[in-house]
Structures are given as structure tokens and as C-alpha cells.
């Protein structure tokens, strides 16, 4: 019964008890504990210097010997940017207060570390601070896995974020396209008008009338850029109907297809390109009406789109040859047809005027809404 209030003695400052039983070992176990720990474990003097570092802390920082660390500042180990937080820890530790905090420091080789540390105050008998213990635990592994999981869940807003300045900025370019080329559409038309040479004036038109085919194109794909292609039908009206008003015509358009045919934006370049040059030429060389004509035709290695133009004029010129262009815009015609593998035929038209018809091969995704 004699050893009873020793033991709750004992219970009552297990901390006392545990100092009692280690005060009478060899200073070799008391390292022995320090060592065993995982953690990078140090000890600094009051004036900021290291005297000691666990062979654990040496390995985790890389070092190659304890003589690359004592007797160094260990403020200095760490980058600048962090000897502010260093310092307030020493400061606190010195005033008997224990603290911490978690940072970036590389190791001696230059590995990425992230640490959670701890500073303590270590009291003498007299319960003077007499050194600062600091534990560091490598947490770079958790650091690493919280940013990617935060990067996998900033994700979906970066790019949301990333879509929206980019509609902004498409919409902005495309505004500030459609109105350079109506810009140049109307300086070329004003030109035409103060020309008193009629080729010259005709020369300027149609240079005109060639950016308002683009123009329109341009029209078209922005007003639903993720779709990628454009409505044959609607593109189409809305060429000729600009056409038409330059020219201070009749135009007609007929579509002979139920079918909503889609147009790649070059395929829909070639067609406008080549509607307006002979939409132009009907009016320049026939009368006050020109009627455009659009059907498909099936064929034994699949379809073609039939494009028909036919004017009220005159008619073709005797000896007209059509492999003999002499002008700007059936050349323009012809090699954009033989680019696309098609074929062109000039007849009489149905009121003594002209036809020119176009057959082109119909490739995906032209049909591609049948």
C-alpha cells in the first residue's frame, strides 16, 4: 500500500513523471527519441541559429551532413518570402508562446517541399526560455492532391469563364467585320455612281456586289457560329436579294427541292461568288429581269445541286464559245465550277434570253438535311 500516493501522484502530472524517468538516462536515448521521429525535428537558439537537426529532418531536406546546417540562421533555409512568418514564430516562441503555420520550402537539391510546422518554447529549470524547438512535417503529398482536386473543380468555371470572353470578343470581331465591309461596299457603290464610263462603272458594281456575296456569307455563319454551315435557302435570299436591289432589277429566286441543304462556309464562298457574276452578267447583258433557279438532280454515283440563271435579253451572242471566256466573271465562273468538279452549260433561255446552268456534285454536308 506504501507505493499509493506515488501512483497518484503519478497520474495526477504524467508529464512530471515521464521528465523524472527520462532525467536519469544517457543523453545517446535522449537522441534516440528525437531521431525516431519521421518529422524534420530542430532545435534553435534565442538568437535565431540551428544547433541541431534529426538525421530524419537532414534526409527529408535533402542535406548530406549536419555540418551543412548548424551554426546557419534558419530563417535562411527558407525563401524570402516566407522569413516573415519564420520570424513571428521565433518571436513568440522566445515570449513562452508555442505556434504554427504551414509553408513552401525546397529542399537543399531543389525538391518542391510543402511543410506544417510547429515552434515551441523549451524552458530551462528556472522556467526561462532558454531554446526553441521547431518540427516540420512534410505535408506535400495532401498540398499536392488539394490543389488538384481544387483545379479539377475550378475547372468547369475556368472554362465557362473562357467561353464567355470568347463569344464576347467573336461577337466584337464580327461586328467589326460586317461593318468594315459595309464600309467598302458603300465607297465602291458611290464610286460606280460618280463614273461616267459605263464599263468602268459596271467594273466597280460588281466589285461591289462580289464583297456583298462575302458580306452576306459572313452574315449567315454568325448568326449561328457553333453550327459551322449555313442554310442554303436562307443564304441564298438574302444574296440575291441584295443583288437585285444594286442592280435595280427583277429578281427571281425558285427552289425546286424541299430539302434544307447545308452549305461548308467555302462551298457557300463558290456558289455566292458564282450567283453573283451571273446574275450580274444576266443584268448587264440581257434586260431587267433575271430568274435563278435551284433544284437537285439524282445521278447513278449521287446527286447534284442544279443551279439554273436565265434572263430576259437578248440571248447569247452568235458564235458564242464557252470555252472562250473573255471576261473577268465567267473566268471566275469557270474555274471555281472545274475546282469543284461540276459542269457548265450556256442555252437559249425559256423568254428568248440566256440560261446558264451549273451542275455540282452534292459532297457532305451540303445534303446533309435531306
Known sequence: ?????????????PDATALDRLGGLEHGFALAILNASPDCIKLIELDGSISFM???????MELDGLDQVVGRLWTSLWPIGMRSELITALNKAK??????FE??????????????????????????VECILSTSRDVTARVRHEETHQQISDAPAAKDLLCMQFQDLSQEMNHRIKNNLATVISLLRSQARGLNDGDAQRAVEQAANRIASLATLHD????????????????????????GA?????????????????????QAVMIGV???????NGFKHGGRSVTVRIGLLSRANGRSLDIAVSDDGPGLPAGFSDNAFGGLGLR??????????????FDAGPSNGATVRLQLPVPQPMAGQS
Open 1 to 13: 500500500m506504501s507505493d499509493m500516493p506515488t501512483r497518484a501522484a503519478n497520474l495526477a502530472n
Open 54 to 60: 534529426s538525421h530524419n529532418g537532414l534526409r527529408a
Open 95 to 100: 515570449a513562452g508562446a508555442s505556434s504554427g
Open 103 to 128: 509553408g513552401f520550402c525546397p529542399t537543399a537539391k531543389g525538391a518542391a517541399r510543402w511543410w506544417e510546422v510547429s515552434v515551441s518554447p523549451i524552458r530551462g529549470a528556472g522556467g526561462v
Open 220 to 243: 449567315q455563319l454568325h448568326l449561328d457560329p457553333s453550327q459551322g454551315t449555313v442554310a442554303l435557302k436562307a443564304y441564298l435570299r438574302l444574296l440575291l436579294q441584295e443583288i
Open 246 to 266: 444594286a442592280a435595280s432589277g427583277t429578281l427571281d429566286l425558285s427552289c425546286d427541292t424541299e430539302d434544307e441543304l447545308a452549305l461548308l462556309p467555302d
Open 274 to 280: 458564282v450567283l453573283n457574276e451571273l446574275v450580274g
Open 332 to 345: 471566275i465562273v469557270s474555274g471555281y465550277v472545274k475546282k469543284w468538279e461540276g459542269q457548265l452549260q
